[in-house]
T-cell receptor, first 115, second 113 residues
Framework: AQKITQTQPGMFVQEKEAVTLDCTYD???????LFWYKQPSSGEMIFLIYQGSYDQQNATEGRYSLNFQKARKSANLVISASQLGDSAMYFCAMRERTNAGKSTFGDGTTLTVKP | EAQVTQNPRYLITVTGKKLTVTCSQNMNHEYMSWYRQDPGLGLRQIYY???????DKGDVPEGYKVSRKEKRNFPLILESPSPNQTSLYFC????????????FGDGTRLSIL
């Protein structure tokens, strides 16, 4: 069964610094996708970045990058040059190829950016 | 504008009174899903649908029903709501595939007294 673990309930970072949010996963499917979503205090869920299990390079989207270590089954989100607007809850999620209908989310990490 | 629309956004009701939360998407997505979000538990999948007339259970389906009669709509039905179903509910849609990100509605906050 697929499982996502986010071990950091809360994180603090100084404005303009980089921060890494941890995500480990477990699956028996060799083909899968990993996603990060942001949930600001207003409540909506915003897709940030995607990494496929067969992608050779780590995904990047602007200030977001994904540190994908397949052997360790980790997919950490790196936010560079943190901004006050990055304060939010962040969720790691997975979909497997064999059943892309099932989607599993981690418990989330609340990030607070300090001015 | 591409969007997933949920209604109502907020609802306070009483135990046992049937309710329906509607979800509609305008992106022609095959896949739709319902989640509930509770503090410290992330998002847990209730039901999902891979196409019209095709639905399947997620991790927490007890006490919920869904239907997918049209591609754009995926209502969530609580036939006899109980207080433990008080939660924040999200509907999402996407193209079908493990590489497809989901588009979420704005959420429905349900309080069952």
């Amino acid at each position: 069964a697929q499982k996502i673990t986010q071990t950091q309930p809360g994180m603090f970072v100084q404005e303009k610094e980089a921060v890494t949010l941890d995500c480990t996963y477990d699956t028996s499917d060799p083909s899968y996708g990993l996603f990060w979503y942001k949930q600001p205090s207003s409540g909506e869920m915003i897709f940030l970045i995607y990494q496929g299990s067969y992608d050779q390079q780590n995904a990047t989207e602007g200030r977001y990058s994904l540190n994908f270590q397949k052997a360790r089954k980790s997919a950490n989100l790196v936010i560079s040059a943190s901004q006050l607007g990055d304060s939010a809850m962040y969720f790691c999620a997975m979909r497997e190829r064999t059943n892309a209908g099932k989607s599993t989310f981690g418990d989330g990490t609340t990030l607070t950016v300090k001015p | 504008e591409a969007q997933v629309t949920q209604n109502p956004r907020y609802l306070i009701t009483v135990t046992g009174k049937k309710l329906t939360v509607t979800c509609s998407q305008n992106m022609n997505h095959e896949y739709m899903s319902w989640y509930r979000q509770d503090p410290g538990l992330g998002l847990r999948q209730i039901y999902y649908s891979m196409n019209v007339e095709v639905t399947d259970k997620g991790d927490v389906p007890e006490g919920y029903k869904v239907s997918r009669k049209e591609k754009r709509n995926f209502p969530l039905i609580l036939e006899s709501p109980s207080p433990n179903q008080t939660s924040l509910y999200f509907c999402a849609s996407s193209l079908y595939g493990s590489n497809q990100p989901q588009h979420f509605g704005d959420g429905t906050r349900l309080s069952i007294l």
